[in-house]
């Protein structure tokens, strides 16, 4: 272990995936000995119906919210968790190549790779020497806003953007800014910062490159522990659990 | 004081657990516009705060940092009351939560930690105590013999199709609509029956106080009184939130199913329209329905009155009407606060409306602020330029002509229309 990346990559990383696969199972399973069977009569529906409850119960807050608060649409759903962290996280060519290391079938999201900048497709991480790989991805000229500089702009708006909501929130004295959000968007702004130093090879020499990708791997180590205690668990479980519940609760249990 | 707080369950670890915090569902709550301070997450959040120091190791630990605390104080658990009654249990918030979390369900959980620690608002409070005692049968036995005599029916007849449920609220805030209720099932020749007695005063007004062992009581002795007629089929006039509650709650409530099935009035009418049992004609009026939260929102009766009114009047759509119905603030007991209600309840039951300078001062500023709370929704009705408002609920009612409105109860409009 030579340096903060290996120690990243050998240690911290696997380390953290064990917490993550405890803490995930100790509040998924909190479902399961809190369960008691109710006692429900419901008013009859269709199946049509029900599906299209379905889709509405998803459907619905988007709207809701677009209609009352399409500043937080924006910068909240659309350029934070759309724009900025769905697609960077999960199809930067750079996370593709290394998720695939790990999961070998992710690589068949090959096809659908964001590059990092709009005039390079090639691959930072497995250049210049041998098996170069291009972004030669569905998006052809869509890349010029689907890429990774671009995202990460958005990711960045989007945090601030969370950073300030939330600190006016706080100082207008609202209850539900918790102390866990005064760790989790930092963490946020540290990965994208150091994922984006990393991936523009700032650091001229291997060593500061290292330390840079070293870092960005760490504090996404970090990420994934408190993923499970933390608000981040919603896109694992809370965001489809809560849905779903809802509309069981309301259209299968009840008939609305 | 941790013994104050509820069990988890399923849902209730998601609501505690789940919220991110976005305040995505503030403009769903009628008293955000009030103030933003009310805004549901905050609402909840004096629960999740309540709820962490009891099940979370860091809020044992670290408290007040990580967002865990239960009121010490007679101050802190008069504040937590102030917002746990600015929330009418509408379910808006739940349907525009990104995340499905019901903050009017975890209000509800939060005026039981208000009870069980000795805190409900007195009129609420002492409603709740005849209605669990049974005392207001007694109290309001004059006042129900009065009404029996002059609706002229079977009172009380086992083995008849339809029972016509009559809570001690409907008799009291809307004795018209009762008796409008009687003549339409006689129009329709129905096989139907009134009760002996009251069956609640506003039932369950232990869900509205957060007094579990009322809420089990009252419906247990209201539902073994209907099974004991056994009908076919109870009616509900109300389409406040005993449809909710006698609809799906009760059987969960008791855990076993009944040998009848619960409707509100406006399904069954429906059942009669499709059925061509009951003949009306047209009024010539324009009409919009102001849906009740818990009969549409919360109920899932949306088509039903529409298609009656249909039927009798020019109906116009409001802007948001069934699932996204706008609430107007006076659920969840809070209409039941508001000064002429409190009087008319309490001069028939003979309770002392007397309340202390903090009590007075809790209710006057709720009932301002419910006055506040409806704007919005009573607006939107305007806007319909319809002639006349129907809403399905007597409290409803009283809030929309106290607005100005033109309102009429439903089942009087149909009951204007019966050839
Ligand atoms: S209850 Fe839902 S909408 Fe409201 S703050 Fe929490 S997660 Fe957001
Ligand atoms: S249930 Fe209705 S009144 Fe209560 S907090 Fe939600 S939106 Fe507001």
Redesign the pocket.
């Known amino acids: 272990m030579s340096d903060i990346l290996d120690f990243s990559l050998e240690v911290l990383f696997p380390v953290a995936l064990v917490i993550f696969v405890a803490g995930a199972a100790y509040r998924v399973l909190k479902y399961v000995f809190t369960f008691r069977r109710g006692v429900y009569v419901n008013r009859p529906t269709g199946w049509g119906y029900r599906i299209w409850r379905l889709v509405d119960s998803f459907l619905h807050p988007v709207i809701f919210n677009l209609k009352t608060k399409p500043l937080e649409l924006l910068n909240g759903f659309l350029f934070f968790h759309i724009l900025g962290v769905i697609l960077l996280i999960f199809l930067l060519a750079q996370h593709i190549a290394y998720i695939e290391k790990i999961i070998p079938f992710y690589g068949l999201l090959w096809p659908l790779a964001i590059p990092l900048s709009s005039s390079t497709g090639a691959l930072t991480v497995t250049s210049p020497v041998g098996n170069i790989k291009f972004v030669n991805s569905i998006w052809g000229p869509l890349t010029l806003l689907l890429n990774g500089d671009f995202l990460t702009i958005f990711a960045v708006i989007g945090v601030f953007y969370k950073v300030i909501e939330k600190t006016i929130e706080k100082i207008k004295g609202a209850r539900h800014v918790r102390s866990g959000d005064l760790l989790i968007w930092p963490l946020l702004f540290v990965i994208i910062v150091t994922g984006w130093l990393t991936a523009h090879h700032v650091a001229s020499d291997m060593t500061g490159y290292r330390l840079l990708l070293g870092l960005h791997i760490a504090s996404a180590a970090l990420f994934v522990v408190v993923w499970p205690f933390t608000k981040y668990f919603h896109f694992i479980w809370g965001y489809w659990f809560g849905k779903l519940y809802e509309w069981y609760n309301l259209t299968l249990r009840r008939g609305v | 004081m941790a013994n104050v707080l509820p069990k988890l369950s399923p849902p209730l670890v998601h609501y505690f657990e789940d919220c991110v915090g976005c305040a995505a ?1 503030a403009p ?4 955000y516009y009030v103030d933003h301070k009310y805004a ?1 997450v905050d ?1 909840a959040e004096f629960l999740r705060q309540m709820l962490r120091s009891k099940y979370t190791l860091a809020g044992k630990l670290l408290g007040r940092v990580v967002g865990a605390k239960i009121p010490r104080t007679d101050a802190e658990w008069w504040e937590v009351m102030q917002y746990a009654y600015r ?8 349907t525009t939560c990104p995340f499905g979390i019901d ?2 369900a975890m ?1 509800r959980r939060l005026r039981e930690a208000l009870y069980n620690a000795g805190y409900a608002p007195p009129v609420l409070n002492e409603l709740n105590r005849l209605e669990k005692s049974g005392e207001y049968v007694t109290r309001s036995k004059g006042l129900w013999e009065d009404f029996v005599k002059s609706a002229g029916v079977p009172v009380g007849k086992k083995g008849a199709r339809v029972l016509l449920m009559v809570t001690l609220i409907d008799l009291l805030l809307s004795r018209d609509v009762v008796l409008n209720a009687v003549k339409i099932l006689r129009a329709a020749g129905e096989d139907f029956t009134l009760p002996e007695r009251p069956l609640g005063v506003a039932p369950p007004l232990g869900a509205v106080v957060g007094d579990r062992e009322s809420l089990r009581a009252v419906v247990s002795d209201i539902i073994s009184y209907m099974e004991g007629l056994s009908p076919q089929y109870v009616v509900l006039i109300s389409g406040c939130y005993q449809y909710p509650y006698f609809r799906f709650e009760a059987t969960d409530v008791l855990k076993r199913k009944f040998g009848f099935k619960v409707l509100h009035i406006s399904e069954l009418l429906y059942e009669y329209l499709k059925a061509g049992r009951l003949k009306l004609k047209k009024l010539g009026t324009s009409a919009t329905l102001h849906d009740s939260c818990q009969l549409a929102r919360r109920g899932g009766v949306v088509k039903e009155p529409r298609e009656v009114l249909k039927a009798v009047v020019n109906y116009i759509e409001p802007k948001h009407g069934g699932l996204e119905a706008m ?1 107007l ?1 006076g659920g969840a007991g809070i209409a039941l606060l508001a000064k002429d209600v409190r009087e008319a309840i309490g001069k028939a039951l003979g309770i002392s409306a007397k309340l202390d300078v903090r009590e007075e001062k809790f209710v006057e500023e709720l009932e301002g602020d419910y006055g506040k709370a409806s704007r919005k929704g009573v607006d939107e009705l305007k806007k319909t330029g319809a002639e006349v408002v129907v809403a399905t609920c007597p409290l409803a009612l009283a809030a929309l002509r106290a607005s100005g409105l033109n309102a009429e109860h439903f089942v009087n409009v149909v009951a204007s229309a019966v050839e």
């Open positions: 569902c769903s709550c009628p008293y549901p609402k929330c009418a249990d509408c379910g808006h918030c739940y903050s009017g209000v609430c603030g």
